[in-house]
RNA sequence: UGCCGGGUAGUGUAGUGGUAGCACAACGGCCUUUGGAGCCGUACGCCCAGGUUCGAACCCUGGCCCGGCAGCCA
């Protein structure tokens, strides 16, 4: 046991740790990531991924990055370079060790024309209906293929005549002679070839005939020196199959395959309000529930991006998560407290109103504009302060006034004095209304004695709220985003559509947002707290266009917002 | 009802024969120029029933419940 792993408790590493003290594969560890490029990473694979990778790291291993490209309909280029950019945000080094497994396949082939010439392969006719027919069914036992006992020779030719091209898609596979009657489906003769006449995004047309996934895994693990080749648990099944090919591809093929991989089964990750089935992201995108897979509420990689998502509460995240075999659903809140934990030590604090209402100092002279120094980060010093106008109007918060307040309510109302963060504690003397009786300004005066710092009127208030100077305010779009679904668990509940719990409001756009000068001054990319409603992620900066874009990472905790239900 | 896997606070996860812990969530309090952060505290759990044992979450037996599997997908 090295002492890197002690405090990590989890079943994988408590067998890591007894292989190693059996010495299996020469006390090696080496582990993999093997997306197959059809789709975009989400959380879920992010766990997956960290696991891996961590594991290496923790026992001073290796770690490859491999590309499950064997089924050239349904993978693509683009989700290569995707998965990769993905992969290299999170954080993660794969060094020089970036495979695909298309770039065996030629390895593939001769090991499969050896079990062939041990019997232990053949070639069959059999329709995909057929196929089907023959295997059984859960509860009974399949019947042989009439084609299982062609001579090894035969077979050899079938198997080059069916690379050569010579035959149509479907016409005849490459199966493994196991057990017709075996109570696993997975080991009845398993397909391990088909043929399929298309183009590969890195093969081209070098072949047409492609293996499966159950032969070409264990394989692929095997000749990469793969030791623990973890994957979740509908995955179970298919382990004996994964070591029959594994003692085959050791006893056949010994020139290049030295390592006795074996496969480990963990439960995949599932998370309250959110869906993260390929299936269904994709029709979230395709039926345009979202704007696209990188849609800032979706739960893939590049959306958890763009909504300011770091990668270090990711892996954080992934840490506290932990890993089993048993089936879970991890709560939203563990995720967004690691955000906050995050954010809350890097980004900057600033103030922005989303919502304004025009305030008018009515004792301030005219004109006037102080520099007020505000702390960036009033918890790290280091962080140092900014400089922030304030003059005689200013924004405040529409939800931070109340004409007739409850219970509790610390903020401004007609005979409630509150602090301006970080300037004056003002008192509101008039409401201004339209005709509707709709509010659109306050007059207030300010205490001249209460400057923040230097407070010499022993005043006590029980409220602060944050505030922009109308004239050097900056305009911005600031997208609101909440749980993509209403639900905890969107896929169950009384309807048998995931998409009839949509949160209606898991986006809204405001549109006149008002944000202080220093803020727009950061590049995009930028994470900032906006004091006192949550952490948000410059998206867009382009003052050539004059659009400023934030988009909201997660709110803060609300003590109120709880007394208020 | 064939094969395989799984059930520890609300959620997630430790603990493999010796006082059931941790985190998140919840609740109460303190503190606070963010109703943030921080600090202190409270409550809640071994699926059930038998058995073995001085002693069982852990071992045995029998139940119950949940998940996966019949692609030429991965």
């Known amino acids: 046991m090295s002492s890197a792993t002690e405090g990590k408790t989890n079943f994988i590493y408590t067998l890591i740790n007894k292989d190693l003290e059996e010495g299996k594969n020469n006390g ?39 590309f499950d490209d064997t089924n050239p309909i349904k993978e693509e280029q683009m989700f290569v370079d995707s998965i990769i950019a993905d992969i290299r945000w999170l954080g993660i080094d794969w060094e020089e060790r970036l495979f695909f497994s298309s770039s065996s396949f030629e390895a593939k082939f001769a090991f499969a024309e050896r079990l062939i010439k041990a019997g232990r ?20 036992s399949g019947k042989e293929s009439p084609y299982r006992n062609r001579t090894v020779a035969e077979n050899i030719t079938l198997f080059a005549r069916m690379r050569s091209g010579e035959f149509q898609n479907g016409a005849r596979v490459l199966r493994a002679k196991i057990d017709m009657s075996s109570g696993n489906l997975n080991m009845r003769d398993p397909v391990l070839y088909r043929i399929l006449h298309a183009h590969h995004h890195r093969t081209g047309d070098t072949w047409c005939i492609y293996p499966m996934y159950d032969f070409d895994h264990p394989f692929t693990d095997v000749l990469e020196g793969i030791t623990h080749s973890l994957c979740s648990i509908e995955y179970s099944d298919h382990r004996p199959l994964y ?71 990711i892996a954080d995240f992934q840490e506290r998560v932990g890993v089993a075999r048993a089936d879970s659903t991890v709560d939203l809140a563990l995720f967004e407290h690691c955000l906050r934990e995050d954010l809350g030590k890097t980004a900057l604090r600033m103030m922005a109103v989303l919502e304004p209402l025009k305030v008018v100092i009515t004792n301030w002279p005219l ?56 300037a004056y504690v003002i008192r509101c003397e008039e409401i201004i209304k339209d005709t509707a009786g709709k509010i659109t300004e306050l007059r207030c005066t300010y205490d001249p004695l209460t400057k923040s710092g230097e407070d010499e009127s022993g005043k006590k208030v029980k409220g602060v709220i944050h505030w922009v100077e109308i004239q050097h305010s900056v305009k911005a779009t600031v997208r609101l985003y909440d749980s993509l679904f209403s639900k905890e668990n969107p896929e169950d509940e009384e309807t048998d559509d995931f998409t009839a719990n949509i949160n209606p409001n898991s986006l809204i756009t405001l549109t006149n947002v008002f944000v202080e000068p220093a803020i727009a001054q950061a590049p995009a990319g930028s994470r900032f707290q906006f004091i006192r409603k949550g952490y948000f992620y410059l998206e867009v900066n382009d003052a050539s266009k004059g659009e400023l874009v934030f988009n909201r990472t997660v709110v803060l905790k609300d003590t109120w917002a709880k007394i208020n239900k």
Not at 372 to 395: C, H, S, W
């Open 28 to 66: 090696e560890v080496h582990t993999r990531f093997p997306p197959e490029p059809n789709g975009y990473l989400h959380i879920g694979h992010a766990k997956a991924l960290l696991l891996n990778y961590k594991i290496a790291l923790d026992f001073n291993g290796k770690f490859n990055l491999r």
């Open 121 to 140: 392969a053949f070639v069959c006719d059999l329709t995909p209906e057929e196929i089907r027919e023959y295997r059984g069914t859960l509860t009974e």
């Open 243 to 313: 070591d029959w090919v594994v003692e085959n591809a050791l006893e056949l093929m010994p020139e290049i395959c030295k390592y006795r991989s074996q496969q480990n089964e963990f439960a995949r990750l599932n998370m309250t309000y959110t869906v993260l089935s390929k299936r269904k992201l994709r029709r979230l995108v395709e039926e345009g529930f979202v704007h696209g897979w990188d849609d800032p509420r979706m739960p893939t990689i590049a959306g958890l991006r763009r909504r300011g998502v770091t990668p270090a509460a």
């Open 367 to 422: 004109g006037k504009i102080e520099l007020l120094e505000l702390e960036n980060m009033p918890d790290e010093k280091t962080a140092g302060t900014r400089l922030v106008p304030f003059g005689r109007e200013i924004y405040v918060e529409a939800e931070d006034f109340m004409e007739e307040p409850p219970k509790k309510f610390h903020r401004l109302t007609p005979g409630q004095e509150v602090r301006l963060k970080g």
